[in-house]
């Protein structure tokens, strides 16, 4: 018999690399493929096409002043989207970002007005105070095997009483703290823009993160752990030491979003941020991070920020209820999410 004669049907292996082939092909699936290799590419589209939507809906949604108000209210879930995207890649999530951000800011002004610590030392306070809070949720995630949803939640609600019982429930006015902890609220002119040094400050972490994430082993190591644990142990990755190491990454970025919102607000409350939690897991969503670990990029982070500022504000100046600016947000963390789904059906 000929090698031709002999040939059978082609084998399993071949028809699914055929139909892998033929997926590819497809301008759907050459659309997912780009999505998925530039993580941050939908939520730009998204962030355009809302400011055009937005500006034709009412004009004075585009005007200097707004979309100065519209950067400046981002600083705080920009910078919290910072420490809940370490955490999502690594395919956790942290459901105690504002409560740890909120004790870390009242043990700040608490200590600078009521006990007389310099403004710096109090900063120095403050960071201790993230640092611990990730190093607690870091040690019962990595020690216990327990899941992050669970173990967040339940520090949600142990950050939350220790803020009302350490501050007692008063808040602490900007005016009686010193300039230092107040400063990242000042603003300077940018042209016709009026940009807070708060904004200065997330821009500066998000490049110092996303440098991290990028250029170094540690940032290679956070994206196989959340890929694949087991793959990345089998690697030679200490994984409870990456996990614990993004905890505490992820405290110490809380506690500068913690000065940040002393600075925006001019003011230090225990019962400030209801919505922070919600915003900042949206933003990152939003923003390209896969929920199931192992992709994502910071600085769609910042563009989910965005695209949550500017859909609260257009909302608002739409004349539409804040339930309704709630019920937005929840469709855009259901899409988002759907849309992951999808480009994760990418064939390696």
Known sequence: MTQQQTAGPPSAGHADLAEEFLDRQTPLSRIRNILHR????????????????FGILNERFLLVENLSLITQQVAVVGTLA???????????????????MIL?????????????????????????????????????????????????????????????????GSTVRGSAMPPVLTWLGSTFP???????????????????VAFIL??????????????DKEAARLAGIPVSRVLMS???????????????????????SP??????????????????????GGRGSIWGSLLGALIVGIFRNGLSLA???????????????????SIDQWIRKVKS
């Open 38 to 53: 530039y993580p941050a590419l939908s939520p730009a589209i998204v962030l355009l096409i809302a400011v055009v939507v």
């Open 82 to 100: 910072i420490a809940q995207t370490l955490i999502i890649l690594t395919a956790g999530i942290d459901l105690s970002v504002g409560a740890v």
């Open 104 to 168: 870390s800011s009242m043990v700040i002004a608490q200590l600078a007005v009521s006990n007389g610590i310099p403004g710096p030392l109090a900063l120095i306070a403050g960071l201790a105070v993230g640092l611990a809070a990730g190093a607690l949720n870091g040690f019962l995630v990595t020690r216990f095997r327990l899941p992050p949803f669970i173990v967040t939640l339940g520090t949600l609600n142990i950050f939350v009483a220790l803020t009302l019982l350490y501050s007692g």
């Open 190 to 208: 940018i042209g016709p823009v009026r940009i807070s040094t708060g904004v200065v400050m997330m821009i500066l972490l998000y490049v110092v």
């Open 214 to 227: 990028g250029k170094t082993a540690w940032g290679r190591h956070v994206y196989a752990v959340g890929d």
């Open 246 to 268: 993004v905890y505490l990454a992820a405290g110490a970025v809380l506690a500068v979003g913690a000065w940040i919102q002393i600075g925006r607000t001019n003011a230090a």
């Open 271 to 292: 019962n400030a941020g209801v919505d922070l939690n919600l915003d900042s897991i949206t933003a990152v969503v939003i923003g390209g991070t896969s929920l199931f």
């Open 319 to 337: 004349g539409l209820d804040v339930l309704y600016q709630t019920l937005a947000v929840g469709i855009l963390i259901i899409v988002a999410v």
